[in-house]
């Protein structure tokens, strides 16, 4: 499947390259990105890329939604992050040689751009603008992680909950001093990131909602739709936490994670 100009200018890396009045000196450029970038079709549970895997391409989410995980010796699974729209996982192994760090498994029906590890060097090498856009990918990433650590290793389990469903969800501040989490993960997944038991993580949610902290609103079988922080939850909660983006609202970085960790 082609990859046109309208589509290409979608994705955050080459967003310059194909905008309104893009540089006529890099039309060599732009040809090879449109005759090598493909788009690629996964159902639901297709696992994208493997831990240990070869880095040959990276990818950008064109739409659906992706998990990246590690998986322990016994199969046990921990969430590192998930990829939305437009947001890239992959390039480590293409920028350090190395192996895949991480697996990234659909959570839906996903389209995907592949993009050949050659075309993105050169697109790095040949245009400051791309390599900017990439050097701001990996540091956001950067910081993501740093706040995931922080979460992990210095906050009691209430904390960590509303930091990793803060981290890995869209956010929306509003005037009031309010903070409405979207495309939440769930709650086994949030387990999953923190390693703790479903029901821990549940009731954690619960007792921050009761204490009035928080205010969810969910499906009829129980799945979070939204969550809205109130301004106390935010003060208590995450007077600490930097405006560092969020999954759905900036680019992820590095090779599978979200909503945060350098990924893949």
């Given amino acids: 499947m082609g990859v046109s100009d309208h589509d290409l200018c979608k994705i955050p890396l080459f967003a310059g390259l194909f905008s309104a009045h893009p540089n006529s000196g890099d039309e060599d450029l732009r040809r090879q990105i449109r005759e090598s970038v493909k788009v690629r079709h996964c159902r639901k549970g297709t696992s994208v890329l493997e831990e240990?895997?070869?880095?040959?391409?990276?990818?950008?989410?064109?739409?659906?939604?992706?998990?990246?995980?590690?998986?322990?010796?016994?199969?046990?699974?921990?969430?590192?992050?998930?990829?939305?729209?437009?947001?890239?996982?992959?390039?480590?192994?293409?920028?350090?040689?190395?192996?895949?760090?991480?697996?990234?498994?659909?959570?839906?029906?996903?389209?995907?751009?592949?993009?050949?590890?050659?075309?993105?060097?050169?697109?790095?090498?040949?245009?400051?603008?791309?390599?900017?856009?990439?050097?701001?990918?990996?540091?956001?990433?950067?910081?993501?992680?740093?706040?995931?650590?922080?979460?992990?290793?210095?906050?009691?389990?209430?904390?960590?909950?509303?930091?990793?469903?803060?981290?890995?969800?869209?956010?929306?501040?509003?005037?009031?001093?309010?903070?409405?989490?979207?495309?939440?993960?769930?709650?086994?997944?949030?387990?999953?990131?923190?390693?703790?038991?479903?029901?821990?993580?549940?009731?954690?949610?619960?007792d921050l909602e009761q204490a009035g902290y928080i205010r969810t609103r969910r499906t009829p079988n129980r799945k979070l739709i939204n969550v809205t922080i109130e301004k106390k939850g935010v003060n208590v909660y995450l007077r600490d936490v930097p405006d560092i983006g969020s999954r759905a609202g900036s680019p992820s970085g590095g090779d599978g994670s979200p909503g945060g960790v350098t990924k893949a």
């Fill in 52 to 206: 240990g895997g070869a880095g040959d391409c990276l990818f950008v989410v064109k739409s659906g939604l992706a998990k990246v995980v590690l998986y322990g010796e016994t199969g046990r699974e921990v969430i590192l992050g998930f990829v939305g729209a437009h947001e890239m996982f992959g390039e480590l192994a293409i920028l350090d040689g190395a192996k895949r760090s991480a697996t990234v498994v659909t959570l839906e029906d996903t389209d995907f751009y592949e993009i050949p590890q050659d075309v993105f060097l050169a697109a790095v090498e040949r245009n400051p603008p791309v390599a900017r856009t990439l050097i701001n990918h990996l540091v956001g990433c950067l910081r993501r992680t740093t706040e995931q650590l922080r979460t992990k290793c210095m906050y009691e389990s209430d904390r960590q909950v509303l930091h990793r469903l803060f981290l890995s969800s869209k956010v929306e501040r509003k005037d009031d001093g309010r903070v409405v989490l979207t495309e939440c993960p769930q709650i086994q997944q949030i387990a999953q990131m923190i390693g703790c038991s479903r029901e821990n993580a549940a009731r954690r949610l619960t």
